[in-house]
C-alpha cells in the first residue's frame, strides 16, 4: 500500500486507528472456547465490527506463536481474512524483527512472500543490514522500534551520545538514509508526550505508529498536538480498550462501539 | 540446564561447539527435497551426525517461519527430537525477541511451555520490562544481543554515551542487575577480537554465545583469548560451515567430520 493510499482512507473514514489484534485465549470470552479455531472466530467478529471505524490491523504474532502450529494457522486465518473481505486495510505484523542480514531476509520473506502483510515492526539494535532484507519490497513498510511506550525503554533509548543525541534520535536520523518515508515508519509510544516534537525534528514527513493509547494510559490529544502533520502522520493503536471492551457474547457489538468511540475523537482531531 | 550441567558437559566432550540449524530449503541436498518434511529430515541426520561433537543447538527461527505452518512443525519436531534423543543438549531458540511486557510473556511461554527450548535470545532494545518476563523459569535462560558479529552493530551498538560508554556495554551493565549468571548469557559476535577484553570487564561470568566463527570470518583462538573463562565459560556457534559442507547425500558425514575438526581445536583451546 502507498503512502499516498493510506491518506486516502484515512481521509475517507476520518480515522487514523489502528486495532491491534493480541488475541489472548484467557481474555476471549468463553463461549468461544467451543469454537474449532477460538481465536481466528474472535478476530473475523472483531474485523467485521470495527473495519468501519479503523484503517489498519495489527495482529502481533508474540499472541499466536505462543499457540504454536494452531496460533500460526490462526494468524495466516487473520491475514487473509482481512485481505480478502477489507482490502483498503493496512495490516501490519507486529513482530520486532531484526537479525544478520540473510537471517532478517527470511522474515521478510514469510510475511512479504508467505503472507501479504503490508508492513513489520522491526528492532534497531543490530543496525543497518539487519533492517535492509526488509526494504527490497515495493509497497511494504519497515516501522522502525524508536521510542517505544514501555517503561524500560529509558534503559537505553533515552541514553545520550557525547554528542548530545538520543539514542532513539541516532535511530531516526541514521534510518532517515535507509529508506524513504514511503517506505518507513516509527514507533513512538503515546507515552512520550512532547517527545513528539522532538521525533519531528528528525523524521518531519514518515509516518509514526503510536501503541500506548488506552491501557497504557497515553493522551491522544497530546499524540495529536506534538505528532501530527498535514498528512495526520500517525497511526494510533489501540488493541485491549477495544478487543477486550466486553466479554459477553455481545463482545464484537461493544468493540465496534469502543473503536467508533475513537474514531469520533479522531475526527475532531484531524486537520481538514 | 544448569550453568554447572553445560559446564560438566563442554569438560566432558572437550567441546564448546553450538551448531546453528538455519535450514534453508535452498541450501539443502536436492534428494531430500523428496521427503515429506524435507527441513526435518536434513536437521535429523545433521544432529545425528554431530552431537558427539557439540554440546549445543541453536535453530533461528526465522528459517522455519518463513514456511508458515510446515516451518513451525519442523522447528517442533527439531526441538523435541534433540530432547528425546540427546537429553544433555542445550537448545537455544534464536528468536531475537523482546517486546512490552504482556507480549514477552507470550513469548516465553510459547517456547518455555509450549516447548522445551533451554534458551532464547533476546533484543534489548526496550529495556528491562521487556526481557524480565523470559527470566521466570528456573533453568531457562536468556541469551541478550550484547554486541553482534554483522557490519550494522556499529551503528547503534558502539555508540558512546556522554560518560564514555558504549551502548553494549550499559547493555551488559544495566542487565547485570536482572539476572545472575545462572540465567543471563550474552551474545558477543567472534568478529569483535578484543572487544571481549571489555566484555569480561562488566560480565566476567556469564556465558557467551558467540556466533560469526567461519563464513563471518572470526577467530575462535581470537575469541578464546579474549573471552574464555576458569569454566570455558563459551558457546561458539558455527551454522553454514558446518551444515553446508557437503551438498551430496554424503552431506551428514561431511557435517559430522566439519564438527569434529571445529571439536578438535577447541579441546586444545580448553583450560584444564
Given at each position: 500500500m502507498t503512502k499516498q493510499e493510506i491518506i486516502d482512507n484515512i481521509r475517507r473514514k476520518k480515522s487514523f486507528l489502528c486495532v491491534g489484534l493480541d488475541t489472548d485465549l484467557k481474555k476471549i470470552?468463553?463461549?468461544?472456547?467451543?469454537?474449532?479455531?477460538p481465536i481466528f472466530a474472535f478476530n473475523k467478529a472483531i474485523i467485521d465490527a470495527t473495519a468501519p471505524y479503523c484503517v489498519a490491523y495489527k495482529p502481533n504474532l508474540a499472541f499466536y506463536e505462543c499457540f504454536g502450529l494452531k496460533g500460526w494457522a490462526a494468524f495466516e486465518k487473520t491475514v487473509n481474512y482481512i485481505r480478502q473481505n477489507y482490502p483498503d486495510q493496512f495490516i501490519i505484523a507486529d513482530a520486532k524483527r531484526g537479525d544478520i542480514g540473510n537471517t532478517s531476509a527470511m522474515y521478510a520473506r514469510a510475511l512479504f512472500e508467505e503472507l501479504d502483510v503490508d508492513a513489520i515492526t522491526v528492532a534497531p539494535y543490530m543496525g543497518e543490514d539487519s533492517v535492509?532484507?526488509?526494504?527490497?519490497?515495493?509497497g511494504k513498510w519497515v516501522i522502525l522500534l524508536?521510542?517505544?511506550?514501555?517503561?524500560?525503554?529509558?534503559?537505553?533509548?533515552?541514553v545520550e551520545s557525547a554528542?548530545?543525541?538520543k539514542l532513539f534520535e541516532r535511530v531516526l536520523r541514521r534510518s532517515q538514509d535507509w529508506a524513504g518515508d514511503d517506505q518507513m515508519m516509527y514507533v513512538v509510544g503515546a507515552t512520550r508526550g512532547r517527545a513528539f516534537e522532538d521525533v519531528r525534528k528528525i523524521a518531519p514527513n514518515n509516518f509514526l505508529l503510536v501503541p500506548g493509547v488506552g491501557a497504557q494510559g497515553g493522551s491522544l490529544a497530546d499524540v495529536c498536538q506534538y505528532g501530527m502533520t498535514a498528512d495526520c502522520g500517525l497511526l494510533v493503536n489501540s488493541s485491549r480498550g477495544i478487543i477486550?471492551?466486553?466479554?459477553?457474547?455481545a463482545f464484537a457489538e461493544a468493540a465496534g462501539r469502543a473503536a467508533a468511540e475513537l474514531q469520533q475523537e479522531m475526527a475532531a482531531l484531524l486537520v481538514d
Open positions: 470470552p468463553p463461549h468461544l472456547l467451543n469454537e474449532e479455531d535492509k532484507p526488509f526494504l527490497g519490497y515495493p524508536a521510542l517505544t511506550s514501555n517503561p524500560g525503554s529509558a534503559d537505553f533509548q533515552n554528542d548530545g543525541e477486550y471492551a466486553d466479554n459477553t457474547p
